[in-house]
């Protein structure tokens, strides 16, 4: 059966329909457009379908919304067999409701494949039609007229979207596969155009200018440009002519964009960032302020009820720092012990007694030091009736980290001693190499000296020569501790 070139969605669709009705199996007919001259290749074994009398009527026979949706773009694909495949689907369809669902299905395979194509060019033909202005002055209204080569039959299919985009005005858009016209607001299709000769206008110029606005050499690949703009469509583009000396000029352009470019934040996003600053150091003080005035006992009750973190279900209690409150030297070890969490006191059992000892040594007063841990419950594992102490994990520390922060607003102590890596975590950030790190110091974001050394509880698993080295190196770090506090204030 012989389908026109212009709308043919309405003749393939009342011919299928019939067909189907009629239960003429797809080997038995023949389809083609009028433009199509191919010779019947098959037509000895197939039948012209009769003509029909009057229209089928649509709801006759059904399909999925979906096919209708493959056959719209479908019937624009240049393929001359696209209307045997989906007359082929059509028929399947009709006993097997999920066809086009069968990802293993070469003819649907195929068939989306066409439509894809369709979409493919439609999206060209919209982004590449260039208007030339065909206007007579003295006489009508500014008139246009583009020439574009499709790869398919999509001048129907894209017609609509020049009509909205440029209802305003009267232009022609002519192509080999049909030519679509917009005249006082009225659109209309016709068949057969030849190449016409188009004047060069201005308005070639004025793509060239845009364009050349639009391009950023700077982003240049050229491969992905030639395939998102295939050379075929580039004869019919007036800016294409710019394109082999652009993509000649971009590097040094781009290397030139780069001398200029601005190296400052614009001052706008400078004055933002030191407002934020202020504003956040504004609220630091006065929260420090705040807890200050409240003091370290009010501190100490406010803990004893706290739940920042799951460690407080099974301790036995808070265990928080001790010490007076202006004591000049604070050391920070991890967190309490079984000991210290029955006792509710920091560094009670066998570690604060090394601890207790190489103070002594160093000339450090306990009671004149500030002690606590960076963590303030004990963290342990059931194993029969002992409690076996697990390490805090760094959100456990970074939760805790609020408390120690606040005990340093009010004591400000002038030196503080990590001991071990999480106090080291807790307080610098920073919570490896402890190693190499002992014996130095580091400051904090005010200016507080850290002195960095080892967890007394680590020396106590250490034996023979390791643990008398590490008890050394400990006791010349407190020393180094002292020295640091009694040191004159640097700038
Ligand atoms: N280990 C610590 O880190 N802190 C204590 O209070 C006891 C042991």
Redesign the pocket.
């Known amino acids: 059966m012989t389908l026109p070139l212009m709308g043919f969605e309405k003749a393939f669709r009342e011919k299928a329909r019939l067909a189907v009705l009629e239960q003429l199996p797809p080997d038995q007919l023949l389809w083609r457009s009028d433009s199509e001259t191919e010779a019947d290749l098959f037509g000895h074994n197939r039948r012209d379908l009769r003509k029909s009398k009057g229209s089928v009527p649509e709801d006759s026979i059904s399909v999925p919304k979906a096919y209708i949706e493959l056959m719209k773009a479908v019937l624009c694909h240049s393929d001359p067999e696209r209307f045997h495949l989906l007359y082929h689907a059509l028929w399947r369809l009709q006993a097997e409701r999920h066809l086009l669902q069968d990802r293993s299905s070469r003819l649907i395979s195929r068939l989306q494949n066409m439509a894809k194509s369709v979409r493919r060019d439609c999206h060209k033909m919209t982004a590449f039609v260039r208007f030339r202005e065909i206007s007579n002055a003295q006489t009508g209204p500014r008139a246009f007229h583009a020439w574009f080569e499709p790869d398919h039959w999509i001048i129907e299919r894209a017609g609509p979207f020049f009509a909205n985009r440029f209802g305003d005005m009267d232009w022609i858009i002519e192509t080999p596969k049909g030519c679509a016209q917009l005249h006082d607001g009225a659109l209309s299709f016709s068949k057969d155009v030849p190449q016409p000769h188009v004047p060069e206008d201005e308005t070639g110029e004025l793509w060239n200018t845009y364009y050349l606005n639009i391009f950023n050499p700077a982003r240049l690949k050229v491969k992905a440009m030639q395939s998102e703009m295939p050379k075929k469509y580039w004869r019919n583009m007036p800016e294409t002519a710019l394109i082999p000396e652009m993509i000649a000029t971009a590097q040094s352009r781009s290397e030139a964009m780069q001398r200029e470019a601005a190296t400052q934040p614009p001052f706008r996003a400078e004055r933002l960032r030191s407002m934020m600053q202020q504003r956040e150091e504004l609220e630091n003080a006065k929260a420090n302020q705040q807890i200050a005035a409240g003091g370290l006992d009010d501190l100490k009750l406010r803990a004893s009820g706290c739940t920042r973190c799951p460690l407080h279900c099974n301790a036995t209690q808070t ?1 928080f720092g001790e010490g007076p409150a202006d004591a000049e030297l604070m050391l920070v ?5 079984d ?2 969490d029955l006792a509710g ?5 066998p ?2 007694q090394l601890l207790d000892r190489l103070m002594q040594e160093a000339g450090i007063d306990r009671e004149r030091a500030y ?1 606590t ?2 963590v303030k419950h004990f963290k342990f594992e059931p194993r029969g009736k002992r409690r076996i102490h697990k390490n805090p994990s760094k959100a456990e520390i970074t939760h805790c980290k609020w408390w120690l922060e606040a005990e340093r607003a009010v004591i400000r102590p002038k030196a503080i001693v990590a ?2 890596g ?2 080291a975590l807790a307080l610098t950030g920073r919570g490896d190499g402890i190693l190499k790190r002992r014996g130095t110091v580091e400051r904090l974001p005010d200016g507080t000296p850290v002195l960095i050394t080892f ?3 680590a020396i106590l698993r250490m034996t023979g020569a390791a643990s008398q080295t590490a008890q050394q190196d400990m006791l010349s770090d407190l020393r180094s501790a002292l020295r640091v506090l009694t040191a004159p204030a640097s700038a």
């Open positions: 265990v070890g991890e967190q309490p012990g000991r210290e006191r920091p560094f009670v059992g570690a604060g002690l841990n960076a001991l071990g999480s106090a967890h007394p509880s």
